[in-house]
Each structure stands twice: as structure tokens, then as C-alpha cells.
């Protein structure tokens, strides 16, 4: 059974540049959502996704951006890449519906690096 | 503001020590808190807490909430050198939206 799978892995970018960012959930779960976790703190919120669309968002500014598949699989763009913007990205999967434990599954995430 | 806190940012111990980590919240729609273990990238899941006073426990991993004054404490008896992570605390504000710490990082030296 795979669990929650990031791609890429790493990558650089420069000030300015738009980068994608994919996620394929965990097999039978139907909501994603998506998490950036800068160096020595701890993951922070940016959105949900389920059925195709954003159902919560966090503090994150309309330059973060996404996208949810049919087959429940998601991608995050960041347009404006701005130096704070380095992190790692996280993606989480989870199964909708009760009752559920709330547990969150994490992907290996994207560890972005903006120059 | 919803946030959570974590204490000690940081722990330095030997191995077969025990340590407790601390995390407090303030938070609107409390539904759960979770701690987890994050050792390199992804976090793993350790606990998920939603009633105050009731102890979950997992090997020489224990955890508790208390509801009244919003706050868990995560126990580790008889530290391993395996045990060394970051260690963070999570609650669930809404449905499957978490907000975490800072985290707690141990180093259990051998």
C-alpha cells in the first residue's frame, strides 16, 4: 500500500520564478492538504483540498495556489517566489467522512530552495 | 489567534533518562491534539488525544490532555539513542486543520 508520495524531492529556484509542487495521496484517502515547515519551526497550515476544491485555507497570501485531481492527487503552485518562501513543503492526506482518527499521513516533502 | 506551544524548544539527555515535553494551545473548535515524530522529513504518527485525563500509552511512550487548562504532556521513559527527533505537537481546530508548534527536538546522547 503506498503511502502519501511528493514530487520533486528538492528543487532551486530563483526570486521570482513559479514552481509546482505534486502530491499523490495515500490509497483511499480523499483530502489533502498541504503544509510549509521553514527551518526550526513546525509545519504551518496553507490549504485543503477535497472533491476538487479549497475547503479551508490558512494565513498564506494568493500567491499560493492548487489544485485537486480526480483521482484525489494534488499540486501546489507558488507564483512570485520570494527568498521566504524556502521550506519544505508537506503534503498530508487523510479520509473524509466520520469516524475517523483525525491522523494525518505525511509525504516525505518537497524541500524548496529559493536563490 | 489560534497557537500552540511547545517547551522545551530543545533537550539534551543520556540514554535511560525520562523526559516529559510539554505543548499548550490556545485554539477555537478544539476537536483533537496529536503529537508526532518527525525524524528526518515526514512526521509519523505517535497519538491522537480527544478526552482530558485519559492516559494513551505506547511502549515507553505515554501521553495525556487536560481540557481545562489546554495543555499535554508527552512522557518518554527510559530513553534510547532511537528516540532522538523532533517531536511535535499538533491540534486539530476544525476539521482535519491542524495547527503546530515549534516542536521539541531531543538528543539522547548514548
Known amino acids: 500500500d503506498a503511502g502519501v508520495t511528493q514530487s520533486p524531492t528538492h528543487l532551486i529556484k530563483t526570486r521570482g520564478q513559479q514552481v509546482t509542487l505534486r502530491c499523490s495521496p495515500k490509497s483511499g484517502h480523499d483530502t489533502v492538504s498541504w503544509y510549509q515547515q521553514a527551518l526550526g519551526q513546525g509545519p504551518q497550515f496553507i490549504f485543503q483540498?477535497?472533491?476538487?476544491?479549497?475547503?479551508q485555507r490558512g494565513n498564506f497570501p494568493d500567491r499560493f495556489s492548487g489544485h485537486q485531481f480526480p483521482n484525489y492527487s494534488s499540486e501546489l503552485n507558488v507564483n512570485a517566489l520570494l527568498l521566504g518562501d524556502s521550506a519544505l513543503y508537506l503534503c498530508?492526506?487523510?479520509?473524509?467522512?466520520?469516524?475517523?482518527?483525525?491522523?494525518?499521513?505525511f509525504g516525505e516533502g518537497s524541500r524548496l530552495t529559493v536563490l | 489567534e489560534d497557537k500552540v506551544v511547545q517547551s522545551p524548544l530543545s533537550l539534551v539527555v543520556h540514554e535511560g533518562d525520562t523526559v516529559t515535553l510539554n505543548c499548550s494551545y490556545e485554539v477555537t473548535n478544539f476537536r483533537s491534539l496529536l503529537w508526532y515524530k518527525q525524524e528526518k522529513k515526514a512526521p509519523t504518527f505517535l497519538f491522537m488525544l480527544t478526552s482530558s485525563g485519559i492516559e494513551k500509552k505506547s511502549g515507553r511512550l505515554s501521553s495525556i490532555l487536560d481540557k481545562k487548562e489546554l495543555f499535554s504532556i508527552l512522557n518518554i521513559t527510559a530513553t534510547q539513542t532511537g528516540d532522538s527527533a523532533v517531536y511535535l505537537c499538533?491540534?486539530?481546530?476544525?476539521?482535519?486543520?491542524?495547527?503546530f508548534g515549534s516542536g521539541t527536538k531531543l538528543n539522547v546522547k548514548p
Open positions: 499538533a491540534v486539530e481546530a476544525g476539521f482535519n486543520k491542524f495547527y
Open positions: 498530508a492526506s487523510s479520509p473524509e467522512g466520520q469516524p475517523n482518527t483525525g491522523e494525518l499521513f
Open positions: 483540498y477535497y472533491e476538487e476544491e479549497e475547503r
